[in-house]
């Protein structure tokens, strides 16, 4: 058991060194292409590979792994090798009879034998670490897709925008053009013909500035996703993103929601890591109360009475040493007190978050609650804008309705179609913050 113990901590050291040595032969990445077609499953797929956020956990991972490899040392024999060559004036020479020179080569292994538990308490405590570093990462990567399905909606969102604008643009120059006709032929007013020319310049403005939210939303999404190096022939082109807002009905319940956050969460796993981490600290703490002892073992040559080098004594050693600080001012008391205050703060830390959790449960069941609503309302909305817009130029050509009333239906029929991309994408936006509120990984993610 002990054998394999050993090669098994050998391995690991030689992964790691592997590891190291890749990474500083590593040549720098070339800039990435900007693809013709982004989907959100391709775009979650890039930023688990590519996020900053996501990288630096899986880095701090490696830190952990390094300490505990560190800590694991002091479990196992270790050996030091030693060599010294002086000299000196005769007159100093402490050796008889009197030399001016001294030499000495020495190889000694140590092994612990006790350390009052403080050498396994602080495997352990570096271990749970690890595994708290290992849960950092899955919450990392949470909160990181969800930014990146966020900003991939805010994308979507923001085209969209576009076309509706466009459409609204398209409405009223139709209606200019019928103005103009009519106003040619002498039926109606300059004055409405005004109007009409206003309300087209007008539509330019919201279209100017849907346009530039969408390149914003691209560059935010770009940010989300971790892709850098844009190269110099791609600065102006701009992916094709597949996909619609659509709203896809899911329903979920409270109690079930509670449930499963308190089972998934990473975030709650890792304090509780980090809290038993805090108990294994109380025990090296208190570890400098008890004696610590070690075994040694070794071979010695040093000079003999000669100064030449075949008069050379050599021999083996082997023995036990202990050490034992009977008094140390009450230092180990204070170590003591500090770890045990550390533990309860991290225990407290944990009851606080799980209070976090259950409020962030609740504000995201509510959101989602609110749009579910919103987007019910819009479903038939658009379609009774549209109508309205129909019979309102159509009585406005049969002389039973004013300008005003087709302008006002045509600006109605816009915020209808406004109000429902944003209520869709607030519905997707609420399911994807539930799902992670409630621990739960992204869909395109398997485990």
Same mark, same amino acid.
């Given at each position: ?61 490696? @830190?952990?792994?390094? &300490? ?23 007159? &100093? ?54 930014? /990146? ?50 309300? /087209? ?6 279209? &100017? ?196 009333? /087709? ?12 109000? @429902?991309? @944003? ?25």
């Amino acid at each position: 058991m002990k054998s394999a113990r050993l090669l098994s901590h050998a391995v690991t050291s030689l992964a790691v060194f592997a590891l190291g040595l890749a990474a500083a032969n590593a040549q720098p990445t070339p800039a990435a292409p900007v693809p013709d077609t982004l989907d959100l499953r391709t775009a979650i797929g890039f930023a688990l590979r590519n996020n900053f956020a996501i990288r630096q956990a899986r880095e701090r991972i490696k @830190q952990q792994e390094g &300490i505990v490899i560190e800590i694991r040392a002091r479990e196992i024999p270790n050996v030091d090798a030693s060599g010294a060559y002086q000299r000196n004036d005769t007159a &100093i020479a402490q050796a008889a009879p009197p030399s001016d020179r001294y030499w000495s080569v020495s190889l000694l292994a140590t092994q612990n034998l006790f350390a009052g538990g403080g050498i396994r308490s602080s495997i352990k405590s570096s271990e749970l670490a690890r595994d708290a570093a290992l849960l950092d990462l899955k919450a990392v990567i949470n909160d990181a897709l969800l930014d /990146v399905r966020a900003s991939f909606y805010t994308v979507l969102l923001t085209r969209e925008k576009i076309t509706v604008q466009e459409k609204n643009l398209d409405l009223l120059q139709q209606q200019l053009k019928n103005v103009s006709n009519r106003f040619e032929a002498g039926t109606v007013s300059s004055f409405e013909k005004l109007r009409a020319e206003v309300a /087209v310049a007008n539509a330019q403005v919201p279209l &100017i500035t849907a346009r530039n939210d969408y390149r914003l939303a691209i560059e935010s999404l770009r940010q989300a996703l971790g892709f850098t190096g844009t190269r110099q022939q791609d600065l102006n082109k701009v992916p094709n993103f597949p996909g619609t807002l659509d709203y896809t009905p899911v329903t979920f319940d409270l109690a079930s929601a509670f449930d499963s956050a308190q089972a998934n969460r990473p975030d709650l796993q890792r304090l509780a890591k980090l809290a038993s981490a805090r108990e294994q600290s109380v025990t090296t703490a208190r570890s400098t109360y008890y004696p610590s002892v070690q075994a040694f073992g070794g071979y010695e040559l040093r000079k003999g009475s000669t100064n030449a080098f075949g008069d050379s004594k050599d021999g083996w050693l082997l023995g036990l040493q202990s050490n034992w600080a009977i008094f140390d001012g009450r230092a180990t008391s204070g170590r003591v007190a500090q770890a045990r205050s550390l533990l309860e703060q991290s225990r407290l830390s944990l009851t606080e978050a799980e209070l976090n959790t259950e409020v962030e449960v609740r504000r995201a069941y509510s959101s989602w609650q609110q749009a579910t609503e919103l987007a019910d309302a819009s479903r038939k909305v658009v379609s009774q804008a549209e109508e309205a817009v129909r019979l309102a130029t159509a009585r406005y050509d049969a002389g039973t309705a004013t300008q005003l009333d /087709v302008l006002q239906a045509q600006v109605d029929l816009t915020t209808a179609r406004i109000n @429902q991309l @944003q209520a869709y994408y607030a519905y997707n936006i609420a399911v994807a913050s539930l799902r992670r509120a409630m621990g739960q990984p992204d869909e395109f993610v398997t485990e």
